[in-house]
């Protein structure tokens, strides 16, 4: 069959429609009479990692099938359909449970549940936006999916995480109605919806869940040619690889990712704040894998990319960085090298209303407890994590790791100033 009657062909509709994305790679290898070999030779893996990928019905790697599909030519919007989570007319019948009962409930009575639970907290809300990513809603045309998308990123601004992830759901459903238009800023904005989506489960230490998302986000981001795009899903994604203890393999892709925004000229504010930013979260890697010199240089780096930026970045930028920010990551960067002295220096100069959020307001407090943690000052510990919670309680509350450093204080030292007054508040938290 000619290549440009084969990708509108009722076969190739009807494997994309089954989400069966390793036999389109199939369908397009033969078509090309290429070799199992051939084609894995041209994407870097084995003849048998090849076969694999296209007989198996779940997808291990999302990248090494985007790569195949790019390579062998299937179409972006036939890979897309194929890669798309199913409509809500086809959600799964099996899910996993905490009991037979629940089993046995219908989707509306899960969601009515998750809704009357929603105070017990984010792992509550997370069962709703697992639906949300295995079937994608029906669209909620609740309004103009920009305006939702900026308010969105002010409640992760803002720290209201429960709130946020009872809104992404449907934000997920609309945005992915409104990029099978195929319009190049409605692909974008989805990846920003899965980028965002990836942040907060970051935040919240849900990995896999991320991991799930920031390879949506970097799909769709390539769709939709927006290098900015493809720049944050690039670092949402190596943020997710570096917690996966995957760290040389993430700092690998911010130096690719910046690389890509390095060579588009960076001649416009918003390409430079891009380009700062992805400078600091490559330092930031390459100091939690070890690389000191690469950690410095690449902080350095930052510091010269950011000097002419804002010192509040403008409303809805896609990268809010700013000189402040930079010197923020430096404290962050020198204890993720072991240098507590170090990075309590570099931040001792910070202050709250340098940062425009609450969430890096909040941040910047726990930047800095954990660097006197490291530097075994329980007390000014606290105080850094009584000011966080003061800014946005989900910081200390709702983040794995510094959640740990609030009850060692609680339990190694209940009588220094202020451990009582943020444990009685971490206690009463809702």
Not at 41 to 65: N, P, Q
Not at 315 to 328: M, N, Q, T
Not at 334 to 353: F, V
Not at 363 to 384: I, K, L, N, Y
Request: aromatic share 4%; with cysteine; net charge positive.
């Amino acid at each position: 069959m000619p290549v440009d009657l084969l990708w509108t062909s009722a076969q190739v509709a009807a494997l994309a429609a089954q989400r069966r994305p390793g036999a389109l790679i199939r369908l397009a290898r033969t078509q090309r009479g290429w070799t199992l070999a051939e084609l894995g030779g041209r994407i870097g893996c084995s003849a048998a990692t090849v076969s694999r990928l296209e007989r198996s019905a779940r997808i291990a790697d999302l990248a090494l099938v985007h790569r195949a599909a790019v390579e062998s030519g299937v179409p972006r919007h036939v890979l897309m359909t194929s890669l798309a989570p199913p409509p809500a007319s086809a959600v799964l019948a099996t899910t996993v449970t905490a009991s037979p009962r629940d089993a046995e409930e219908d989707p509306m009575r899960r969601r009515t549940l998750l809704t009357a639970t929603a105070a017990a907290g984010p792992a509550a809300l997370l069962t709703g936006l697992d639906d949300a990513l295995a079937a994608t809603p029906s669209p909620t045309g609740a309004g103009p999916l920009e305006t939702r998308l900026a308010a969105a990123r002010s409640l992760y601004d803002s720290g209201a995480h429960r709130r946020l992830l009872s809104a992404l759901p449907g934000l997920i459903a609309d945005a992915q109605a409104a990029a099978a238009t195929k319009a190049a800023i409605d692909q974008a904005r989805l990846s920003a919806v899965y980028s965002l989506a990836t942040s907060i489960l970051s935040k919240l230490g849900s990995y896999e869940r991320a991991r799930l998302t920031a390879d949506r986000a970097r799909t769709w981001a390539e769709v939709s040619g927006s290098p900015l795009a493809a720049a944050a899903a690039a670092r949402e994604l190596a943020i997710v690889l570096r917690h996966q203890n995957r760290g040389e393999a993430a700092q690998r892709l911010m130096a690719a990712a910046a690389a890509d925004v390095e060579a588009t000229g960076l001649r416009t504010e918003a390409a430079a704040a891009a380009y700062a930013q992805l400078l600091c979260t490559l330092a930031y890697t390459a100091a939690r894998t070890g690389h000191r010199g690469d950690a410095l240089a690449m902080a350095d780096e930052a510091h010269l990319a950011a000097r002419n930026l804002p010192h509040v970045a403008p409303a809805g930028r896609l990268f809010g960085i700013s000189p402040a920010a930079v010197d923020l990551y430096a404290v962050g960067i020198h204890w993720a090298l072991g240098d507590a002295g170090a990075a309590l220096e570099a931040g001792k100069n910070l202050r709250a209303e340098q940062f425009p959020t609450l969430e890096r307001k909040a941040r910047m407090a726990t930047d800095m407890a954990r660097a006197w943690w490291a530097w075994q000052r329980p007390e000014p510990t606290a105080h850094a994590l009584l000011s966080a919670y003061r800014a946005s309680p989900g910081e200390v509350r709702d983040r794995p790791a510094i959640r740990a450093i609030a009850d060692d204080l609680a339990a190694r030292h209940p009588y220094t100033p202020g451990v009582r007054e943020l444990s009685n508040a971490l206690r009463t938290a809702v």
